[in-house]
């Protein structure tokens, strides 16, 4: 079917003023969160800070205790004042990483097929571990997982008994194959010294989690990332979840909290709009904030190796200014990081492999490059179960649907 620009410009136009108020200047309102930031750090120490919001059982985010350590929100990266050029992000980023092993993974998924009688999936996770020698030394794997028909439907709620394709299955299995792979990585490299710093592509926290169904939120999300982070915390292998362009409202969140009268009306503003003012140099950062978005954090426990970890209050979150975008990232990691004395190293590392990749970090590069399935895996994915068929006798026939318009699209 031909696309029919002069009907989706008159749709267009029918949200222009959705649109307008969508992207709204909100640049009145990011001041007065500012204003409440620099208050807060003057009117409260962390304890008493943390005390006011106790009450609020989900108040975004608690005051680290780099709250007391820092007058101001962020923490100055002051080596990168002076750059002048990508080679002097470059230089400092090789002797951080010289001898320093960072380690990714990332998946794909395929499924559930709509092409056979009988529905498949299929997920991809690829790891890789940078040794950063001078040598070039790296490790990598690929785990392959094929998802039979239970693990690609979902049964009615009537009795019919019937089971029908589920389109969200794959990318849940996914998340929990990277989960364990990076798990097996921790493990594999726990022995290396200095600690393996572990990038993970996206938030240790899943609150995006929240909408699915609870045993899949549950099972496959909050279990997933809480055995990640026991893991971390077991092996001493500090794990970093970093999301590009958060825009993310935690600090805010605990702002509107704090001073209720000033904000309670205002709207929710990105936290990276909020700490632009008091960013300066490449690689400055927020303060630590403790994790207190809403209920996820509470639920996730996990036993490992024989003992029981929960997070309620040890997962902690800081904001990275890597330039290439227009908001700040987002960076997750266990607690168990700042009570170490970690923070300076692990940041450091993050920083370097953010400006290798010039804006993201390279060991994700590397490992999405390795997991994605390219254009030709689904269809050469199919050819192999219809040979694997014929070969076995399984009775997967193509759905006459899906060969009618294969043909007629020929």
Not at 78 to 107: F, I
Not at 145 to 170: K, M, N
Request: charged share 30%; glycine share 8%; hydrophobic share 35%.
């Amino acid at each position: 079917m031909p696309f029919y620009p002069d009907r989706a410009l008159n749709g267009l136009r029918e949200h222009t003023g959705e649109i307008r108020e969508f992207a709204r200047d909100e640049s009145e309102t990011v001041v007065k969160y500012q204003d409440a930031l620099r208050d807060a750090l003057e009117d409260y120490e962390a304890d008493p800070l943390r005390s006011k919001l106790g009450p609020d059982r989900y108040p975004g985010a608690l005051p680290s205790r780099e709250w007391d350590d820092y007058d101001t929100p962020v923490v100055p990266f002051e080596q990168s004042a002076s750059w002048d050029n990508h080679e002097e992000v470059n230089e400092y980023a090789k002797d951080v990483l010289k001898g320093v092993t960072t380690v990714a993974a990332d998946g794909s998924e395929l499924g559930p097929t709509n092409e056979f009688t009988v529905p498949l999936g299929l997920v991809q996770v690829a790891w890789m571990a940078n040794h950063h020698h001078e040598n070039g030394d790296y490790d990598e794997g690929v785990n392959t997982r094929i998802l039979g028909p239970i693990a690609v439907t979902t049964s009615s709620d009537s009795e019919d008994g019937l089971r029908y394709p589920d389109g969200q299955a794959p990318g849940h299995e996914r998340y929990r194959d990277e989960g364990e792979t990076v798990i097996e990585c921790i493990e594999r490299f726990a022995e290396l010294d200095p600690p393996p710093v572990v990038l993970y592509d996206g938030p240790l926290v899943p609150t995006f989690a929240n909408t699915y169904a609870p045993d899949v939120r549950d099972e496959q999300y909050r279990r997933t990332m809480a055995r990640v982070l026991a893991a971390s915390d077991h092996y001493g292998i500090p794990v970093v979840g970093y999301s590009a362009g958060s825009t993310r409202t935690n600090i805010a969140k605990l702002l509107r909290r704090t001073y209720r009268d000033r904000l309670s009306d205002e709207p929710f503003v990105a936290d990276s709009r909020i700490l632009d003012a008091f960013t300066t140099n490449w690689g400055d950062r927020s303060q630590l904030f403790i994790h207190r978005q809403d209920g996820t954090i509470d639920a996730m426990e996990a036993s490992y190796q024989g003992a029981t970890h929960e997070f309620t209050t040890d997962v902690l979150f800081t904001y990275l200014d890597i330039p290439d975008g227009n908001a700040m990232d987002y960076l997750e990691f266990p607690g168990w990081i700042l009570r170490e004395g970690l923070v300076d190293y692990v940041v450091d590392v993050v920083r370097a492999e953010a400006g290798v990749g010039r804006g993201y970090p390279e060991i994700i590069q590397q490992a999405d490059a390795n997991a994605v399935l390219d254009s030709n895996a689904e269809r050469r994915f199919l050819a192999l179960v219809q040979n694997f068929a014929e070969e076995e006798g399984l009775p997967i026939e193509w759905d006459a649907k899906t060969l009618s318009k294969q043909r007629r699209r020929r």
